[in-house]
């Protein structure tokens, strides 16, 4: 996989809110079924807050989302969407840097969407991923097949698989390569 690849600019964060993509890609429909009540979840490159929001929701008022991204913009963008809306009480902002999330706290569930390939350390980042888990904690990782190849996916797998990752499902997502990972 190409490390370091460029990371999608504030630009296109309404981009990322496109009706087709709702619909295609389906948020609600990721949210509900692997954030569920009470969990505690972690929206890794959360963007513009798209699935942060939808997981916020599926999570109810006794679950916790920490939103993530490398850009402050991003967050920002997201913090205005949620003022005020009751969902500013479940998501938490957290900027992350290059090479590290700076979050020690553990997670039900990771979602990783279309941000691995983004990586500047793909092993690191993996790593870093488990390392959040709880025991029994699940890590979904969505890839555009539009840069990503299926050689670089597999790869991405394998390195998963190294670092104590079991695949447990290949979710359709349009458009992408995915595999919910779960940890021992």
């Keep these: ?11 296109k964060a309404g981009s990322l809110e496109h009706w087709l993509r709702r619909v295609l890609q389906n948020p609600k429909g990721i949210a509900r079924k692997y954030a569920l009540p009470g969990m505690r979840v972690l929206d890794f490159g959360c ?7 939808e997981m916020a929701k599926a999570v109810g008022p006794n679950g916790k989302v920490v939103a ?3 850009q402050q913009a991003m967050l920002d963008w997201l913090r205005r969407k949620i003022k005020g809306t009751g969902l500013d009480e479940r998501i938490v902002l957290h900027r992350t840097t290059a090479k590290t999330s700076g979050l020690k706290e553990k997670f039900d569930f990771v979602l990783a969407f279309y941000v691995a390939h983004e990586t500047p350390d793909l092993k690191a ?9 709880k025991g029994g904690g699940r890590l979904l990782v969505v890839e555009p097949s539009f840069h990503v190849s ?11 698989q190294c670092i104590g990752l079991k695949a447990v499902e290949q979710p359709k997502v349009f458009l992408s390569r ?7």
């Design 125 to 133: 980042f993996l790593k870093e991923m488990r390392s959040l888990l």
């Design 178 to 184: 995915a595999v919910l990972f779960e940890a021992g």
């Design 47 to 53: 963007g513009s807050g798209i699935f942060s929001i």
């Design 150 to 160: 299926r050689e670089d996916f597999k790869e991405m797998f394998g390195l998963a």
């Design 1 to 11: 996989m190409a490390e370091g690849q460029r990371v999608c600019s504030v630009e």
């Design 68 to 70: 993530a991204d490398l």
